[in-house]
C-alpha cells in the first residue's frame, strides 16, 4: 500500500509540474500578445493556444489538488465523530466521489473520440481538439487514482481504528 | 415528482453531503449529475458533465483566474508585503492605534495585488504581528485586526471572488472589479476608524509607536508604495481604460509583479517554484469548484426552481429591500459554516435572479454579497482568516481572536448598510467606465 502511496503521489506532483510550465506559457503568450498589438497587431491564434494551455494547466492540476486536500469541505460536524465514525463517513462519501468521477473520466474519453471523428479543430490554427481532452481525461484517471488510494486509507483506518504508520 | 420538487429536494441533499465533510466540488457534482440524470437521462448528465469540465478549463475568460492567482503567490512569496508595510507603519504607527491602523491600510494596498484574504491574512501576520507584539498591542486584538482587515484583499481589484461571482452570472468582470474599490475604501477607513476609537477608548490595547519625522514618511511612501502602485496602475489602470480585456490584465499583472520581484532581487528560485506550485493546486481547485458549480445550475435551471423563487420574491409582500437583507442574512449564515468561494458559485444560481427581478442593480449586489460573504471569514466556527493568523501567530487561542474581530464585524454591517442607502458609491466607477467605453 505504502509503495502504491508514493507512486499515486509522484504521479500527480509531476504532471501537475508539466502545469505549471503551461501556466508560465499563458503568461508569455498573453504579455507578448498584447505588445505585439499595441504597435502592431496581435499574435495569430492567442486565444486558442491560452484555452488549450488552460486543459493543461488545469487538467493535469486536479490529481495534486486532491493529493494535497486543497478542496473545500465543511468539517465542522463530522470533526465532533468519534475517529472510526469519521473514517465511515469519509469511506462513504469518499465511495460517492470515486464513482461519479470515474464516470466522468471515461467520459472524457468518449467525447474526446467523438471529437477526433468529427475531426474537430481550433479555427484559427487549427490544431486538433482531442488530444487535450483525452489529457484532461487522463488528468481525471490520476484523480480517481488519488481518491481510491484516499478511500483504501479510510477503510484501513476505519478497520484498524488508527492510521498506518 | 415533478422537476420543481426534484429542484427542492436538491437542496437538503445538497447540505446533508456538505456535512458530512465531501468537498464541495463533489458535492454539487454528484447532485447536479444524479439530478440531471433523472430529470433527464443518464446519458445526457455524463455528456454535459464532460463537456461543462472540457469547457471551463479551456476557455479564454477563465484563464484569468490561475493568472491573478499566480500573481497573489509571486507577491506573497517575494515579500513586497514588508515594503508595503514599512509605508504604512511610518505614515500611521505613532497614532493611537496605529501600527494595527498601519496594518490595514496595508492590507488594503497587498488587496491590490492580490486576489485572496487568506494569502492576505497570511502574508500580513507574519510582517505586522512582530512589529505589534514589540509595542506591546494587545494579542487578540492585533491578530483580530489582520483577520479582519484581510477581507480588504477581495474588496480591492484584484478579486479571484468578483471573478467567479463575474462568470457565474455573466456580468462583466472589468465593471465588478471598478465596483470593488470605493467600497474597498470605505471599509478600510470604518476599519482604522474602528482600530483608533478601541485604542482611544482603551490606551492599553494598542499603544501609539513612535513618531517619525515628516521627511522619513515621505520617502518611504515612496519605496515602498511605488511598485504596488506600479502594478495597480497597469492592471487596473489598463482593465479601466479598456487597454486589455480581464485575462490580459492578469497575464500582465502576472508578469509586472514578477518583474518587480526579480528587480528587487527578493523572490528566489524555492520562491517562484512554490509560487507556481500553490498557484496550479489552488486554480484546479477554484476551476473544479466552477465546473462542478456550472454542472449544478444547468441542473437548478430544468428545474424551474431559480425562476420560482425569484417570482415568489416579486409576490412576497414586502419590500425589495426586505427581501435583499433577508438574501443577505442567508449569506452570512451559510458562510458561518462555507468557504465563500464554493458559496457564491453554489448560491448565485437562486438569489441572483431574485436580485435582478427585483430590480436591484447586479453589480451592486455583487459588492454587497461578497462582503456578506467576508463575514464568514472572521466568525466561527469556519472563520478561515482567523485560522490562518492563529497559524502564523502562535501560541494564541482562536477564541481570543474571535473576541475580538467583533468591532469589525459591526464595522462591515456598517458599511453594507451605507451600500444599501447609497447604491452610488459601488456603481460610480461603474457607470463612469460604462460612459468611456
Redesign the interface.
Known amino acids: 500500500m505504502i509503495f502504491f502511496e508514493r507512486i499515486i503521489e509522484n504521479i500527480s506532483r509531476r504532471i501537475?509540474?508539466l502545469?505549471?510550465v503551461a501556466?508560465?506559457l499563458?503568461?508569455?503568450?498573453?504579455?507578448t500578445?498584447?505588445i505585439l498589438r499595441l504597435p502592431w497587431r496581435p499574435l495569430p491564434g492567442t486565444?486558442e493556444m491560452?484555452?488549450?494551455?488552460?486543459?493543461i494547466?488545469?487538467?493535469l492540476?486536479?490529481a495534486?489538488?486532491q493529493q494535497?486536500k486543497?478542496?473545500?469541505?465543511?468539517?465542522?460536524?463530522?470533526d465532533r465523530f468519534p475517529l472510526r465514525v469519521?473514517a465511515l463517513?469519509?469511506a462513504?462519501?469518499g465511495l460517492?466521489?470515486l464513482f461519479?468521477?470515474s464516470?466522468?473520466a471515461r467520459?472524457?474519453f468518449?467525447?474526446g473520440t467523438r471529437m477526433l471523428e468529427r475531426g474537430y479543430t481550433t479555427g484559427h490554427l487549427n490544431i486538433p481538439?482531442y488530444p487535450?481532452?483525452y489529457l484532461?481525461g487522463v488528468g481525471f484517471i490520476i484523480l480517481v487514482l488519488v481518491l481510491l488510494k484516499d478511500l483504501i486509507n479510510t477503510v484501513i483506518l476505519f478497520t484498524k481504528g488508527k492510521e498506518q504508520t | 415528482m415533478t422537476s420543481l420538487q426534484v429542484g427542492l429536494l436538491s437542496i437538503p441533499v445538497l447540505f446533508i453531503l456538505l456535512f458530512l465533510r465531501l468537498p464541495v466540488a463533489f458535492v454539487m457534482l454528484v447532485v447536479g449529475m444524479s439530478g440531471f440524470a433523472y430529470l433527464n437521462s443518464p446519458e445526457s448528465a455524463l455528456s454535459i458533465t464532460a463537456q461543462t469540465i472540457y469547457s471551463n478549463f479551456a476557455n479564454y475568460s477563465l484563464i484569468v483566474v490561475p493568472l491573478f492567482v499566480w500573481m497573489g503567490f509571486i507577491a506573497f512569496y517575494s515579500g513586497l508585503s514588508s515594503k508595503i508595510y514599512d509605508a504604512t507603519y511610518k505614515l500611521m504607527g505613532s497614532l493611537p492605534g496605529g501600527l494595527a491602523m498601519a496594518t490595514i491600510g496595508a492590507c488594503t494596498a497587498f488587496g491590490a495585488i492580490c486576489g485572496s484574504t487568506t494569502a492576505t491574512a497570511a502574508t500580513m501576520s507574519a510582517v505586522a504581528l512582530p512589529e505589534m507584539k514589540r509595542y506591546n498591542y494587545d494579542r487578540s486584538f492585533s491578530t483580530a485586526s489582520i483577520a479582519a482587515a484581510a477581507i480588504l484583499g477581495v474588496m480591492i481589484p484584484p478579486s479571484v471572488i468578483f471573478i467567479l461571482y463575474g462568470v457565474a452570472t455573466g456580468e462583466s468582470i472589468r465593471l465588478l472589479f471598478l465596483a470593488g474599490i470605493i467600497p474597498g475604501i470605505l471599509l478600510m477607513s470604518l476599519f482604522m476608524l474602528t482600530a483608533c476609537l478601541k485604542s482611544i477608548r482603551d490606551p492599553a490595547l494598542g499603544p501609539p509607536g513612535p513618531s517619525i519625522p515628516l521627511a522619513d514618511k515621505l520617502k518611504a511612501l515612496f519605496s515602498g508604495g511605488m511598485e504596488v502602485i506600479f502594478i495597480f496602475l497597469v492592471v487596473i489602470g489598463g482593465l479601466f481604460a479598456g487597454w486589455f480585456t480581464p485575462t490580459e490584465a492578469g497575464g500582465v499583472g502576472a508578469f509586472a509583479t514578477l518583474v518587480v520581484s526579480l528587480a528587487r532581487g527578493s523572490l528566489s528560485w524555492k520562491g517562484f517554484s512554490n509560487s507556481l506550485s500553490d498557484a496550479i493546486r489552488l486554480s484546479a481547485m477554484i476551476m473544479f469548484l466552477s465546473a462542478a458549480a456550472f454542472v449544478y445550475s444547468r441542473f437548478l435551471a430544468i428545474t424551474g426552481l431559480p425562476s420560482a423563487v425569484a417570482t415568489l420574491a416579486v409576490e412576497i409582500p414586502f419590500p425589495p429591500v426586505v427581501v435583499i437583507i433577508s438574501v443577505l442574512a442567508v449569506y452570512f449564515v451559510l458562510g458561518l459554516f462555507i468557504d465563500g468561494l464554493a458559496l457564491i458559485l453554489m448560491t448565485t444560481p437562486i438569489f441572483y435572479p431574485v436580485a435582478t427581478t427585483l430590480g436591484f442593480d447586479p453589480i451592486w449586489f455583487g459588492v454587497i454579497v461578497v462582503l456578506a460573504l467576508g463575514m464568514g471569514v472572521i466568525t466561527p466556527p469556519v472563520g478561515a482568516n482567523v485560522y490562518v493568523v492563529a497559524g502564523v501567530a502562535g501560541g494564541i487561542n482562536v477564541m481570543d481572536i474571535f473576541k475580538g474581530v467583533w468591532p469589525y464585524l459591526f464595522a462591515i454591517f456598517l458599511c453594507i448598510a451605507i451600500l444599501i442607502v447609497f447604491p452610488e458609491i459601488a456603481l460610480f466607477l461603474p457607470e463612469l467606465a460604462k460612459k468611456n467605453l
Open positions: 501537475s509540474q502545469g505549471q501556466l508560465v499563458v503568461m508569455l503568450l498573453i504579455v500578445n498584447v486565444v491560452v484555452e488549450l494551455l488552460g486543459a494547466l488545469l487538467g492540476g486536479i495534486y489538488c494535497k486543497s478542496h473545500i469541505f465543511v468539517s465542522v460536524l463530522v469519521q463517513v469519509d462513504v462519501t460517492l466521489a461519479f468521477t464516470l466522468v467520459q472524457l468518449i467525447y481538439v487535450f481532452i484532461v
